[in-house]
DNA sequence: CCAGCGATGCAAATCGTTTGGCATAGTGGC
DNA sequence: GCCACTATGCCAAACGATTTGCATCGCTGG
């Protein structure tokens, strides 16, 4: 059974005693068969063990019942959770989906990004996924009118032909920092991070901030490296201010619980000297002490819509200009502020 | 260029006054083609925009570049981290390998992982990765002599022709409790995890214990969930024991993190009162206070290493009886004990 | 009796590559 | 002059499915 190749729909039909149209249109149910006949041959093919060859089926069909989901890097639980999905809604099988899911980590290099989208392409991928950042930029992706439906993640470009899913960044820093204002405080200082991404958040926050008619002092807006030791950085020189702030907004949950740390550091309570709010809601917003108030980022449910739109297009059920859904970003409340 | 069908390699050869075979030949390098004719055909590849179809290509040669990757869920930091390792092996450009990743998340369902098992073979990838627990004690596995080279991860089935790779779960958990013993302890607990895996942990427990000269006492062995919930709820039943245990190895870093959460509720102190080690090593385990001393897991070793035995057998360099590597856990000692 | 139709099934073309076999020409050694 | 060999490149047969068009048969209704 190693050594022997596959046993094809050819096989079959002579198993049977029919052609291997005959075959081909019971499994596909695209032409009548006979029931007798149509009997017969799902018998051959169970003691057969066939097994429709794929590569076959996609040369002819131009198809491959797989999507690809392009990333910086899985291993980042905001994108493994939107994979996650994405993978879920297009590969339901009880909602009569099979579409597998091809991953892509470009670690946010330009040229990883380029390469991995040829190589999709080439493969022959029914739909795309673009969660990263250099790519959406890349006019590469608009310009060339690529057969294939894409839908870009989280990203402010205007692309008339790409769908897109978007958190309402915005909206959730103008909540958490509304929040920090109504619990009393007067001084709210904002961490952020790395200027290529999360315009929306710093936003959110001067949006909040002008509404309630306080002003945006620049010596409380720092930036921080959208990591944990980022966040304690900052937080050090935000904490060597004088009004010092009583309240700080950071950009993402890591660089608050690093605000944390150095709270403690300082001997500073948590949030009644200094009152933290974060932003995504990862799992460690619940570990750390105390528990993190945070903006939550809807990273599964990003990956659904995503996969939605995919397969609206890939049926065609949906032809026409890129539609745009933005997901709410619901403030989640619990101890830190 | 959206509705005409991709260029062709005869499009090329045409476009040239060649034959597709000696397009074919400069392409794969597999035989001579002249140095002149080698470069009008290089010249009218860019020109033209050629890109191979790789349906048809894997139609041919029978191999898809492509590995796959079946685990529970890509969302949990352990697999997302294995699947980068693996990823990153194959994949590696500079060192000339180009095969994709395709995932499946199993939910460790059964059925869903006969189903993507079935999936992928059908889909001709070259190599398998399968760190779902249930397959690997299926005998579907190891009977079908599937033409496709497999890895297990951390299984401890005897399969003669996949090959494996396991981290050292009991030494590792020896060490800790070794460690938790030298550090003073008396009366040393173990949070088990649900009884289908984890078996070497628990095994490193008893070793330890014995090896010491001390009793294994069942009342002081308890099975959570593998969840930080059940980690809180294994704790409460084991503080109730008396003697109290003042030293609790938790079977991974979620319920060691739930332990903790229920060491500080009851006012006892960590690890005065009762240390605690965990074990994997995840980000959280910074995060929480205090620290967790615990058991490195090397997920992205592993998936490496599944990578180097995978490309092994893909490219032919290997073919033999199934091989394992077991990786070493080290103990890294913080806070908490 | 004939036209028309539904039911059933087959032959053959097609998708885009790769590759084994063959052809031709040139070159150099004897 | 002949042989062996290299260099170069083409022909045509796979690979395993899907799909279009056609053929046949048996009925039915007018």
Redesign the interface.
């Known amino acids: 059974?190693?050594r022997r190749s596959r046993v094809t729909i050819g096989d079959v039909a002579r198993h049977v005693g029919v052609s291997p149209t005959t075959v081909s249109h019971v499994l596909s149910g695209k032409r009548l068969v006979a029931a007798a006949t149509k009997q017969r041959i799902m018998q051959a093919i169970e003691e057969l063990g066939y097994?429709?060859?794929?590569?076959?089926r996609?040369?002819r069909t131009n198809r491959?019942r797989?999507v690809a989901v392009i990333v910086p890097?899985?291993?980042n639980?905001y994108y493994?959770?939107l994979?996650?999905g994405l993978?879920?809604v297009v590969g339901a099988?009880d909602a009569g989906h099979?579409y597998?899911?091809?991953?892509?980590?470009t670690d946010g290099s330009l040229e990883r990004e380029r390469?991995y989208l040829?190589?999709?392409?080439?493969?022959?991928v029914d739909g795309i996924v673009v969660a990263s950042v250099n790519l959406a930029a890349e006019p590469d992706l608009a310009r060339?009118?690529?057969?294939t439906p894409v839908v870009c993640i989280g990203g402010e470009y205007d692309d008339r032909d790409a769908d897109m899913v978007t958190a309402d960044d915005r909206a959730g820093a103008e909540a958490a920092t509304a929040h920090l204002l109504s619990r009393g405080a007067k001084r709210v200082a904002m961490i952020r991070g790395a200027p290529d991404a999360g315009a929306g958040r710093d936003r959110g926050y001067v949006a909040a901030l002008t509404a309630a008619g306080h002003p945006v002092r620049e010596e409380w807006i720092v930036r921080g490296h959208w990591t944990r030791a980022g966040g304690q950085e900052a937080m050090r020189t935000l904490m060597s201010r004088r009004p010092r702030p009583d309240a700080v907004f950071c950009a993402n949950d890591l660089m608050a619980?690093g605000a944390i740390d150095v709270a403690h550091e300082l001997g500073l309570r948590v949030p009644d000297d200094v009152a933290v709010v974060g932003f995504d809601d990862v799992?460690?917003a619940t570990?750390?002490?105390p528990p993190l108030t945070t903006v939550r980022n809807p990273a599964y449910e990003t990956g659904e819509e995503a996969g939605r739109l995919l397969l609206d297009r890939m049926r065609g059920v949906y032809t026409g200009s890129g539609r745009t859904v933005v997901l709410p970003c619901p403030l989640v409340v619990r101890e830190s502020a």
């Open positions: 059974m190693s097994r429709p060859n794929s590569a076959a996609q040369l491959s797989m890097d899985i291993t639980p493994s959770v994979t996650r993978a879920d099988a099979d597998g899911t091809y991953v892509c980590n390469r040829h190589d999709v392409l080439d493969r022959g060339r009118r690529l057969g619980i799992d460690a570990i750390v002490r």
